[in-house]
């Protein structure tokens, strides 16, 4: 089991950085890979990065390359996303999740948390 609570995020203007951070209870996070999702009012959960349980291997989706960068702390059990240049259509609840296997999928995810909301203002 992982239990997984999300922090940081909130309103900031167009251009300005967040990071959020993936806090994570449980034996087994060291040895799961963890993405980031977002969903945006009205649309559908998307794919946001995923970083593999050793830290070796990244991907993002193509809207957020050069802009975010996701990285893991296993001794803290904690995961980031740094999130900078943002734009308002970064506008989101962001999610992180946990699994076994690394995906861009959600649902190669088994754990998620609640869910922090992200606001860019114009």
């Known amino acids: 089991q992982v239990q997984l609570v999300e922090s940081g995020g909130g309103l900031v203007q167009a251009g300005g950085s967040l990071r959020l951070s993936c806090a994570a209870s449980?034996?087994?996070?060291?040895?799961?890979?963890v993405g980031w999702f977002r969903r945006a009012p009205g649309k559908e959960r998307e794919f946001v990065a995923t970083?593999?349980?050793?830290?070796?291997?990244?991907s993002y989706t193509d809207s957020v390359k050069g802009r975010f960068t996701i990285s893991r702390d296993n001794v803290k059990n904690t995961v980031y996303l740094q999130m900078n240049s943002l734009k308002p259509e970064d506008t989101a609840v962001y999610y992180c999740a946990a699994g076994v296997g690394w995906s861009i999928y959600s649902s190669g995810y088994d754990y998620w948390g609640q869910g922090t909301q992200v606001t860019v203002s114009s």
């Open positions: 970083i593999t349980r050793s830290g070796s291997t990244i």
């Open positions: 449980g034996p087994t996070f060291s040895r799961s890979a």
